[in-house]
């Protein structure tokens, strides 16, 4: 099984890239297609995904979280390559993780080729996994310690019976307002709940 490669980018397509390979050239999906450059030596962490009807087509990523994120996305029911491809080449894995932490079906459903019904049935799928993965330490130092955070802020105003378009909004605002500083939980979940006082 393919899992990593190293080689140069011969070809770069709409959708795919044509990248060489020890003589071979092998014909990647990724969602990064803008960043190659043809003539460049590139780094790809590998995915083979088979299809009944189509056979096998390879999917390269720039990091291995990036993979990681794909997977997770196509092990969900009806959700196959082509979308998770979709929705990775316009947020980054680190922005999907948060969105699915933060229960952030708007900004999902906001994706083009994603529609409400589908980013409310990813978070569903998703939220416990992404959460476990984050407690696993995949994720970067920083990026890891903004997720729990904001997962906290999520279950406390989820055990106060919140709603989830109104957490949703809370923490939207908390990014908006305090998302560049490192501020305590509990002065966050003041600011949530001053801000849910004010809606409601």
Avoid at 33 to 49: D, F, P, S, T
């Amino acid at each position: 099984m393919i899992s990593y490669i190293v080689g140069t980018v011969k070809k770069i397509y709409e959708k795919t890239a044509t990248i060489v390979v020890n003589g071979i050239g092998l014909s990647f999906h990724t969602p990064q297609i803008q960043k190659l450059q043809e003539g460049k030596k590139v780094e790809l962490y590998a995915y083979l995904n088979w299809n009944q009807e189509k056979g096998p087509s390879l999917y390269g990523f720039e990091t291995e979280l990036e993979k990681t994120v794909f997977l997770m996305i196509i092990d969900c029911p009806k959700i196959g390559p082509s979308i998770a491809l979709k929705i990775l080449s316009q947020i980054n894995a680190p922005n999907f993780l948060e969105i699915i932490t933060t229960q952030n079906d708007s900004a999902l459903s906001a994706i083009n080729g994603i529609g409400k019904k589908k980013a409310e049935q990813l978070i569903m799928q998703l939220k416990d996994k992404v959460s476990k993965l984050i407690s696993s330490g995949a994720v970067v130092a920083n990026s890891q310690q903004d997720f729990v955070q904001w997962q906290n802020i999520n279950d406390v105003l989820t055990s106060l019976n919140y709603s989830k378009p109104e957490i949703g909004g809370a923490i939207k605002f908390l990014m908006e307002n305090y998302g560049d500083q490192n501020y305590p939980l509990d002065k966050l979940i003041r600011a949530a709940l001053g801000h849910l006082s004010q809606k409601g």
